[in-house]
């Protein structure tokens, strides 16, 4: 039986980005419209504030993180709180910036840029690999969802407005795509607008719903398998953490919502649905 609560922090507008970081033992996670970047370490929760709008992270060792904004991906000292731009990315800043990311079994990257305003197939994905960034996915409007089969065979990903999860085939080997997008998941019929994912260790998919207030466990066939109702009505991004890696975090976003509960905008604890992966670390070509 599954268990819900909510960590006690200042709300984000919307929260994303959310990691386990595997050898520090302690989670990250991000406010995008406030550009924070909050920490759990122990019981104690770190605020920290950032200059520029960020929107995902990776890690790259146990003093390092791999964070994404508008103007590309930057290692991060978490100690001393530098930047050091790793690779810029070509857009304009002034109207695009990054959205969901997230690291690849591979030692790369894979991160979404999209307009400011939504608008329509200005969106996309790049994978950094091997010290290059290189476009994997075009012509979308809201890129999220980004995470990876347990067998390491495809890489799924979404475009929210259609509420459709989509998977591409991946090298195995080195994880470049072998196929076009194919459709996994339709919710364009009750409009389940899915939003981040992560992959559990028995291979289902959890995918946050916004606006739905749940999550929603997908089997690797596509099969629905369990739904966690939470108590806020737009989660936004999954990540597995804790010791056993039996825990799992989520975001979530108080933006856009007038009558607003205390949890809205807090990042929320599950435990009893199952165990995750550790996430990989991201290999660096500075």
């Keep these: 039986m599954s268990t819900v609560s909510a960590l006690q922090h200042v709300p984000c507008g919307l929260g994303e980005g959310i990691l386990w970081h595997p050898l520090r033992q302690q989670l990250f996670w991000i406010d995008i419209i406030e550009h924070r970047l909050l920490s759990l370490k122990g019981e104690e929760i770190l605020d920290i504030p950032l200059e520029r709008t960020p929107s995902a992270l990776g890690w790259v060792d146990e003093d390092s993180l791999l964070l994404a904004d508008e103007a590309g991906l930057h290692l991060l000292d978490i100690e001393q709180q530098s930047l050091k731009l790793v690779v810029g990315f070509e857009h304009d800043a002034l109207t695009h910036r990054s959205n969901d990311g997230r ?5 790369g990257f894979w991160i979404s840029t999209m307009h400011r305003d939504a608008v329509e197939g200005e969106a996309k994905f ?4 091997q010290g290059k960034l290189t476009e994997v996915i075009s012509n979308i409007t809201i890129p999220n969802g980004c995470c990876f089969s347990a067998d390491k065979q495809w890489v799924y990903f979404t475009n929210s407005p259609t509420a459709q999860i989509m998977r591409m085939k991946l090298n195995k080997e080195t994880g470049w795509p072998t196929s076009e997008p194919e459709l996994f998941i339709d ?28 999550l929603v466990r997908y089997s690797p066939k596509g099969e629905v398998i369990a739904r966690y109702v939470v108590p806020v009505k737009q989660p936004t991004c999954p990540a597995f953490g804790g010791e056993n890696l039996d825990t799992l975090f989520v975001t979530s976003a108080k933006v856009g919502i007038e009558d607003r ?20 670390a991201v290999k660096l070509t500075l």
């Design 187 to 214: 919710h364009s019929d009750n409009f389940r607008e899915p939003d981040g994912a992560i992959v559990a260790d028995n291979g289902d998919m959890i995918s946050a719903h916004w606006g739905a207030g749940e």
């Design 103 to 107: 690291a690849d079994p591979w030692g």
């Design 261 to 280: 509960s205390d949890t809205e905008g807090k990042t929320l604890v599950l435990t009893g649905v199952g165990k995750g992966i550790a996430e990989p």
């Design 126 to 129: 790049y994978r950094y690999y």
